[in-house]
């Protein structure tokens, strides 16, 4: 092991970790200093297999030298300039290469700059929407259990994780909930979408018939990841689609984690064969190397706010670092190598491998369930008796120890390694787990 030269700093206070055990984290730190390929090293130069593309979004592995060389280069020529009233060239031609990839129809691009203001900035079009048609009523927006649209109040209101929101008290009004697809009965280890459950999309209908014409939106994960990778049923997503249009909904697909390949085509509208009104996207689509959001409208949707307003401002929304030249470039790089390299197809091309060493997991004690699309899977536990999510912890500590980094939320645990993986990779991702799994019963 060779060290890294990195900093070393002597005090963890000061730094509020997000989304952390702030206590148990500075009692016993986990680092990581310097990342390459599909391995992360720490400061002590351990290598450490990146089972999860750091948080889902580096998918074409770690420190890509065009990637890099893109951003050196535009810091160089103009580190920033506004995108309110004037423009830069770059971020004209990240949108049009986002666009490229967008379904057919979806070619107007909003930058943000992670994938919680992409998912508030959704919400806010569709309702701006409704309004230039003179739909004012619709402003009640309905999300999913289970779903994660990021920590914005639009986001978290519209998310449906209880505890991402009972800390705090406040949420947005006029929210209501779809049930979520997971553990409908015939459907354990399912691979890849699971035969059953498209009728839970029925229950928009119900919503239909509660609130009337007041349902501006529906924003869902097309596969759901942070809450445990519950891919949805056959059908279920051409029923959503189908009720939305009947009733004038606008269908928002949060692609934070399914865009860019993540299961094996550009989006996760593409692969499951639906196209929504709205898409959001972040994580993949720099690589993760500068933080950037987008969403994707329907050119109808562009128009019908544009062409709204006789003149002025559109749209009364927009962040200081929206379409940031680092960014920009960092886009275009990332989107160039997705093309040259194919990495959604290779995606694809790898599920099989993929998915059949997911669910060679199902012979380890305590694994109760497995599913996977494209290069993400979730491997559910047992939790242990009165203590839920203890042992996916233990099982998360001990592959970071084996030098394997997974990721787990609730007692699930998820894989989701860069795209450019290789069987061996493979077999010690889940040659790891396996064995994390039976030392931490
Ligand atoms: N939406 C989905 C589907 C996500 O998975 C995430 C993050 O994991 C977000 C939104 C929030 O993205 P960010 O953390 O960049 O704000």
Not at 115 to 125: C, F, N, Q
Not at 287 to 311: E, F, K, L
Not at 409 to 430: N, Q, W, Y
Request: one cysteine or more.
């Amino acid at each position: 092991m060779n060290e890294i030269s990195v900093p070393r700093p002597n005090n963890l206070d000061a730094f509020w970790m997000p989304y952390t055990d702030n206590k148990s984290f500075k009692d016993k730190p986990r680092m990581l200093a310097r990342a390459e390929g599909m391995s992360y090293f720490t400061p002590e130069g351990r290598e450490i297999l990146d089972g999860t593309a750091g948080l889902w979004c580096c998918n074409a592995g770690h420190g890509r030298r065009e990637i890099v060389e893109a951003i050196q280069k535009q810091a160089a020529i103009m580190d920033f300039a506004p995108t309110f009233q004037m423009g830069h060239p770059i971020a004209f031609e990240a949108a049009a290469r986002v666009a490229e990839m967008t379904p057919e129809g979806m070619d107007r691009v909003f930058f943000v700059n992670s994938g919680s203001e992409a998912a508030d900035t959704a919400l806010k079009i569709a309702l701006a929407w409704h309004k230039a048609r003179g739909d004012s009523q619709r402003v009640r927006l309905v999300g999913r259990e289970r779903g994660y649209h990021g920590v914005g109040f639009g986001g978290m209101s519209v998310g449906g994780i209880g505890g991402n929101r009972k800390q705090f008290g406040a949420q947005l009004p006029y929210v209501d909930h779809l049930p979520h697809t997971h553990g409908v009965p015939g459907n354990l280890f399912a691979k890849g979408q699971p035969e059953n459950g498209a009728n839970l999309a029925e229950v928009l209908e119900n919503l239909v018939a509660l609130h009337g014409d007041t349902i501006a939106a529906v924003m869902v994960e097309p596969l759901a990841g942070s809450t445990g990778v519950l891919v949805p049923p056959k059908g279920y997503l051409q029923k959503l689609r189908e009720i939305c249009t009947k009733h004038g909904i606008l269908l928002i697909f949060d692609e934070v984690i399914t865009g860019f390949g993540r299961i094996g085509a550009n989006f996760g509208a593409e692969r499951l064969g639906v196209t929504p009104d709205i898409m959001t996207m972040a994580k993949g689509l720099t690589n993760a190397a500068v933080p950037m959001g987008a969403v994707a409208t329907s050119n109808q949707v562009y128009d019908t706010i544009v062409n709204g307003v006789p003149a002025g401002i559109e749209l009364f929304h927009g962040y200081t670092y929206s379409g940031h030249p680092l960014a920009a470039a960092a886009a275009i790089a990332t989107l160039e190598l997705h093309r040259a390299e194919d990495l959604p197809g290779r995606a694809r091309a790898m599920e099989p491998y993929f998915e059949d060493a997911a669910h060679s997991m199902r012979d380890v004690p305590g694994v109760i369930d497995v599913r996977n699309m494209g290069l993400v899977a979730g491997i559910e536990l047992a939790p242990r008796a009165g203590k839920p999510t203890a042992r996916a912890m233990d099982v998360f500590k001990t592959c970071f120890d084996k030098g394997v980094l997974t990721r787990v939320t609730g007692d699930i645990v998820a894989l989701s390694p860069p795209l450019i993986v290789e069987k061996p990779h493979i077999d010690r991702l889940f040659g790891t787990l396996a064995d994390a799994i039976r030392a931490v019963p």
